[in-house]
């Protein structure tokens, strides 16, 4: 099974062809594949492929090889004209023309940017930042009327006392939120809701009262009133009488109770034993507690005496509606309270003569009890009179909402507040748009400045760097062979170079400009091979595949000796470092016959083994699409004149009539001048090989070049076969000619 694709097969790489074709499908090459040793020659006329077999090398064996390709000195030397100078690098054409294209770039962004900036910021009044600037000067002025409008609105209306419309911390914030609220009043309603507002809260509580049992008062009392001390010591003097007795004790109180004390009621001394004596007739235990029961009876009667005379109402705490039945009700509370203080007076009177009758009963209190208080109407028209002032309060909340709107809708108008409003809003539309169109244009600046950065960026990545020791040895293979040698642009840090050739005693500096394209070529040539010995980590170990498509492009002697040097030293692994022949490939790839006959390895000797170059290494024909592999010296190319035979073979096989007899005039030119032989001797005054074949008649020529003869290729062979025959040359016809014979016996 054939295998292609870049494969190393027995030290052969084998290229499948058929994936190479025109874009309406036909295959470029006629073969399938084609197999090739370590070391490669292939000449081929220009347009025959070359360039689309190195393509389809580099495709093919990329993954596997080291691939290295040299077409010519644009892929290495890249021409500076704006410095006229010239970069080395592996691609160096590419990136010049990538840098040239990018320093288009910059200028046609430096020119956007200058424009952009003009329209920005410059002297005319009518650039964006002034209309900006202008723009917010617009908004900031109609701001600052419209805030110092909002204030002082405010502060006029927190101001108004008479009546007060506003809370006392209103301020600009609640006068901006109110605006939509304006609304303008008539006069009859503003007069209203300010007697509305000139209404004054009333305040009345329910009250919380806890029953009282009056008969239970009234049952204590008597208890105490039936109570009495009984006499343990009898004083008869007091003759059990109580007048007697509550005198005697009021004289206690008054006296000093001193012997000897004179007596205010009789004028007598006092004696000590007297004192004793009433002292002890009155601190007797049973007096002392009842005395204590009725003082306790007394405070208790006095204190609900006292919190009942405490409780008062008025009428006018009521609102107007709510004040006849307050009065009604009022006069039954106060009815009331009488009747119940009157019956606590009888108690505290019936108390009071107690204590004057300790030592005797008294007769009970027959009095009216009477009934507790009834608050149950009194708190229900309080909760009627507080919903009412509750309900006034919104009202005078809502007068003073309506009035204070009044009053913001007054105060608009007289600032003519819409037509201020409209007028800021187009200012800020205006500020809006400019500042827009600002940032905009600044965006776009800051983007333009942003790319020409990018793109200086990306020239410093395309710039070619320094080649010091590439230059070194360049210079060194170039010293004796040309007048000039590589020279910095600056200095050894750019990488850019000129040449430097001295004319008498004068160095004289050419600029890329001034090269020649032999020398380009050379230059490139060299500097590709010092390229060579170079390798990263992931080629280091993969063999190289070295592609020279058509390296000769100079009839420059110098030039073409110096080529093919440097060329043959490389594959010669010298030094095997740029090309190991025991690993690496090399195609070498030409339509130059000078180069193709020299280039390789001269002779047609063989080795100790009995081989020759054409085993050792490929030779190809690129014809027509076709891979003629050369296989022994006789069927290759010895000289140009060999090259023209080769060509009309290519061209008869081919039809191509007017390109053969181009060919043929050629090899008769080149065979007259090297035998010597006279033009019309030659020619023998044969009409028809005149016509076809005389190199000097300018007008048979152009006759031809419209293909006004009518000879097929077939019938031209022959003819041009019968010339050499009429001039005894038929050997040297047959010994060149490797096409069919059959065409020119009969």
Known sequence: MRRFLGE???????????????????????????????????????????????????????????????????????ENEK????????????????????????????????????EIDDSD????????AAAEAAVQKNNTAINKFYSDSAAYIKRRTQPQISKTTYNKSGFKKEISHAAALQEIDVTQLKKTLETEELFVNTVEWKHVNYSAYLKSTNEVLKSKVEEKTRIKRLQNNQQRINFAEEGMRLHKHQGGEICAFCGNAISEETFQELESYFSADEVAVLRNRIVESKREVGQLSSLITSMKWTQTAFYPEYQETAGNILDDLVAHKKIILSFCDALEEALESKEKNLFSELGELDIE?????????????????????ASLATKKREAQDKLRYHMIYKLLSQFRYDAKYVQMNEARKTFKNVNAEFDKKVGQQAKLEADIQNLNDQIDALKPKAEVQAVKSINKRLQGVVPWQLTYTENEETGYY????????????????????????????????????ETTIQT????????????????????????????????????????????????????????????????????????????KSDFYHLRQGAFVQITDVKRDMQTNYDALWIELGDLAKNGYTNSMLNSMRRIIETYIEFTGIKQDEFYRNNEQYLKLFNVNSHSAIDEFSAQSFTESADELVSIFHRIFADNHAEAHFTAHWKNDNAVFKH
């Open 83 to 118: 410095l006229n100078a010239f970069s080395l690098s592996i691609n160096a054409g590419e990136n010049e023309l990538a840098i040239k294209q990018k320093e288009t770039e910059i200028q046609a962004k430096q020119n956007e940017l200058k424009r952009v900036t003009s």
């Open 125 to 132: 009044i009518h650039n964006l930042k002034a209309k900006k």
């Open 369 to 389: 009890v009477p009934e507790d208080f009834d608050f149950s109407r009194f708190n229900s028209l309080v909760k009627n009179n507080k919903e009412y002032g």
């Open 8 to 78: 190393i097969i027995l030290n052969e790489l084998n290229i499948d062809l058929t994936k190479q074709k025109f874009t309406d499908g036909i295959q470029i090459f006629k073969d399938d594949h084609v197999s090739l040793k370590h070391k490669n020659f292939i000449f081929a006329r220009n347009g025959s492929g070359k360039s689309t077999f190195a393509s389809l090398l580099k495709e093919q064996c990329s993954p596997n090889l080291d691939v290295r390709v040299f077409a010519g000195f644009d892929t290495v030397l890249g």
């Open 498 to 533: 000129q040449i430097s050739q001295t004319v008498g005693k004068k160095s004289k500096l050419r600029g890329v400009k001034e090269l020649s394209t032999g020398e380009k070529n050379v230059i490139a040539l060299l500097y590709f091979l010092e390229k060579l010995g």
């Open 540 to 615: 280091s170990t993969s063999p190289k595949l070295i592609i020279f498509d058509d390296p000769m492009n100079s009839n420059d002697s110098d030039m073409q000796y110096l080529i093919i040097t440097e060329i043959q030293k490389l594959y010669q692994g010298k030094p095997r470092e740029r090309f190991d022949p025991q690993k690496d490939f090399i195609v070498i790839m030409t339509h130059n016959i000078h180069f193709y006959l020299n280039v390789p390895p001269h002779g047609a000797f063989k080795d100790e083994k009995g081989k020759t170059k054409y085993d």
